[in-house]
């Protein structure tokens, strides 16, 4: 069981760790941000926080919202609040990934940001410790409102870009590509990894709790 888990938390850790770079290219790119990095960026400028922080007190907010709403959340829930932040925090603080200066570069930068986020969620989501905080709140509207996961998250995200610019975040040609694109390069990316991330139940915390001390083994 100990080694069973341990293996998943590798798993979550790493695709923490390729996700958090994925974000800091995207962000690094200068040619705009996805929906919610402009609400994260526009709060570290306006409040004068790290992105980082901002992405924590996002995170947090929302799935306590989705609390609240009867969701549940997994220790990688939690991990994708408070851990990935921080590598993105660092990543910034280091510079190893230089902010471009043209069209082009940050459009490459964007796209490979883009690919990377999506092979680090890929790994996130098979680690099978939780959903995302923001994946779990798009569920809870869609339950509560009758409509589609799908038009609940271009509502939500279009609020959260208009806030996010209104406070100082990063619009442009990159927020366009992202929200058009994404979901589309995952679909593809799990494709290629014949992932069916449908099918994969997500493990929160009170069945974690559970199994760790019924010694229930559980495959990823």
């Given at each position: 069981?100990?080694?069973?888990?341990?293996?998943?938390?590798?798993i979550?850790?790493?695709?923490?760790m390729?996700?958090?770079?994925g974000?800091?290219?995207?962000?690094?790119?200068?040619?705009?941000?996805?929906?919610?990095?402009v609400l994260?960026?526009?709060m570290?400028?306006f409040?004068?926080?790290t992105?980082?922080?901002?992405?924590?007190?996002?995170?947090?907010?929302?799935?306590?919202?989705?609390?609240?709403?009867?969701?549940?959340?997994?220790?990688?829930?939690?991990?994708?609040?408070?851990?990935?932040?921080?590598f993105?925090?660092?990543?910034?603080?280091?510079?190893w990934?230089?902010?471009?200066?043209?069209?082009?570069?940050?459009?490459?930068?964007?796209?490979?940001g883009?690919?990377l986020?999506?092979?680090?969620?890929w790994?996130?989501?098979?680690?099978?410790l939780?959903?995302?905080p923001?994946?779990?709140?798009?569920?809870?509207?869609?339950?509560?409102?009758?409509?589609?996961?799908?038009f609940?998250?271009?509502?939500?995200?279009?609020?959260?870009?208009?806030?996010?610019?209104?406070?100082g975040?990063q619009?442009?040609?990159?927020?366009?590509?992202?929200?058009?694109?994404?979901?589309?390069?995952f679909?593809?990316?799990?494709a290629l990894?014949?992932f069916?991330?449908?099918?994969?139940?997500?493990?929160?915390?009170?069945?974690?709790?559970?199994?760790i001390?019924?010694?229930?083994n559980?495959?990823a």
């Amino acid at each position: 069981m100990v080694r069973e888990y341990g293996r998943r938390l590798l798993i979550l850790t790493g695709g923490l760790m390729v996700s958090a770079v994925g974000i800091t290219m995207m962000l690094q790119a200068n040619v705009g941000l996805e929906p919610w990095s402009v609400l994260q960026n526009g709060m570290s400028i306006f409040f004068g926080i790290t992105y980082g922080t901002a992405a924590m007190i996002v995170g947090a907010a929302v799935i306590a919202v989705a609390v609240l709403c009867g969701e549940s959340f997994g220790i990688g829930t939690l991990a994708n609040i408070f851990v990935c932040p921080v590598f993105i925090d660092v990543l910034l603080y280091l510079g190893w990934i230089p902010q471009m200066e043209s069209l082009w570069s940050g459009l490459i930068m964007l796209l490979a940001g883009m690919e990377l986020l999506a092979v680090g969620t890929w790994m996130y989501m098979k680690s099978a410790l939780g959903s995302g905080p923001r994946d779990a709140l798009m569920v809870v509207l869609a339950r509560k409102t009758g409509r589609s996961v799908g038009f609940c998250r271009a509502v939500v995200e279009l609020i959260a870009i208009f806030v996010g610019w209104r406070l100082g975040g990063q619009v442009g040609i990159g927020t366009v590509i992202t929200a058009v694109g994404v979901g589309t390069l995952f679909n593809l990316n799990f494709a290629l990894l014949h992932f069916r991330a449908a099918e994969l139940h997500q493990e929160n915390l009170p069945e974690t709790i559970r199994r760790i001390r019924g010694g229930e083994n559980v495959e990823a």
